[in-house]
């Protein structure tokens, strides 16, 4: 392997990036303009993105979450694609304006927050960080495991990230909590009042896992309020498009690619991205590893984001999810897409070992 030829097609690939997509894309800022020079092509992400749409846009499968009413009404066709680069280009296909609720994905962000107000290394101690190998909600993982909390993206440890947010009340941490989640995703989201409420009046299993978290020492904050504070953060309005801003933000190490502002400290990233690897999809996570090689997280709203570290972020909303919670489209067009475009991290493919052509450099 030839690593100056690699580097040297790598960077005429970004160069020609830089050329063919901002003029068609429009959305490239000079803000924070950072990609990896093995990111693929303008034109090779288009081209899967489409493929993807129409490759899936008719699948039928999975059912829409119902133990919170009123996403069982949510349309089941409806069908976003956002693409977000590290430097602010996009692509869109299908319903990527439609605001939907980020539930489990919003743990992603408390989590990033809590790092950035208490460190990493504080995290991992009030919470652990080991998949539980049970479903998301799971009362036998609250008892059995030694953390208890499990990690912060299955239910207990979330909520247990949510009780670590500084503020003086409930709505101190609340503003705190959703102008964090605006930040990463540039926009000013808001709560989706149904979705919050529907919610609110059928959250009994979250409440007793944070009552049993109070009697192992592993909740940081009022249980009541914590749990309140955990629904509320579900209930955040977002769109495909803002979701993979959201997820450009990570790749990008912490910097948004849209304002260029730091939202998550860069140590943390790393922290971050594994427990999106470990536990990200709950119990598919290891077969997502498998077959997609990429950090992501699902929410029972349809979407799904994941993301490709210093090249950009993929995110899907398409309501219907298989038994794990997971959209069973969002995860067939990331498998498809992942793919397409070499991104899968456990390969030297996705750093442009062992390719030829344009994606990748070669030899
Ligand atoms: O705690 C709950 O039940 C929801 N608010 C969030 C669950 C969720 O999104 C799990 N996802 N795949």
């Not at 003086?168 to 995703?185: H, M, P, Q, T, V």
């Not at 309140?228 to 977002?238: A, E, I, R, W």
């Not at 849209?258 to 996570?285: C, W």
Request: some cysteine; proline content about 5%.
């Amino acid at each position: 392997m030839n690593r100056a030829i690699t580097y040297r097609n790598g960077l005429v690939a970004f160069l020609a990036v830089s050329v063919v997509f901002v003029p068609v894309y429009l959305q490239g800022q000079a803000t924070a303009a950072r990609r990896s020079p093995v990111a693929p092509r303008a034109a090779e992400v288009k081209a899967a993105v489409d493929e993807a749409y129409e490759k899936f846009k008719s699948d039928t499968g999975g059912k829409n979450a119902d133990y919170i009413p009123v996403l069982a009404k949510v349309d089941p066709k409806l069908f976003g694609i956002a693409v977000v680069t590290a430097d602010n280009q996009s692509y869109l296909k299908g319903d990527v304006t439609h605001s939907f609720s980020i539930q489990s994905i919003s743990k992603v962000f408390t989590l990033a927050l809590a790092m950035n107000e208490l460190g990493a290394d504080t995290v991992f101690d009030k919470i652990g960080s080991e998949a539980t190998g049970r479903p998301f909600n799971s009362v036998n993982a609250v008892v059995d495991m030694p953390t208890h909390t499990g990690n912060p993206l299955v239910n207990a440890g979330a909520i247990a990230a949510a009780s670590l947010i500084s503020g003086s009340s409930e709505d101190e941490k609340w503003n705190r909590i959703l102008g964090f989640y605006s930040k990463a995703a540039g926009e000013n989201l808001k709560l989706l009042d149904d979705v919050y409420k529907s919610e609110a009046a059928t959250n009994q299993g979250n409440r007793a896992l944070a009552a049993l978290l109070v009697k192992y020492d592993r909740i940081y904050g009022d249980p009541v309020q914590s749990v309140d504070l955990y629904t509320k953060q579900c209930s955040v309005g977002v769109n495909a498009k803002e979701l993979a801003t959201m997820g450009a933000m990570l790749a990008n190490d912490g910097l948004s690619p849209v304002t260029g502002q730091r939202v998550i400290k860069s140590e943390n990233i790393p922290y971050i991205l594994a427990a999106m690897s470990t536990a990200g999809l709950y119990d598919s996570s290891g077969g997502w590893a498998w077959h997609v090689g990429l950090p992501a997280k699902s929410g029972v709203g349809g979407g799904i984001i994941a993301i490709v570290p210093g090249k950009g972020a993929i995110a899907v909303f398409a309501p219907p999810l298989d038994e794990a919670g997971n959209s069973v489209k969002a995860q067939k067009v990331i498998t498809y897409v992942a793919q397409k475009l070499n991104y899968n991290l456990f390969s030297p493919h996705s750093v442009g070992v062992g390719l030829s052509g344009p994606t990748g450099g070669g030899e």
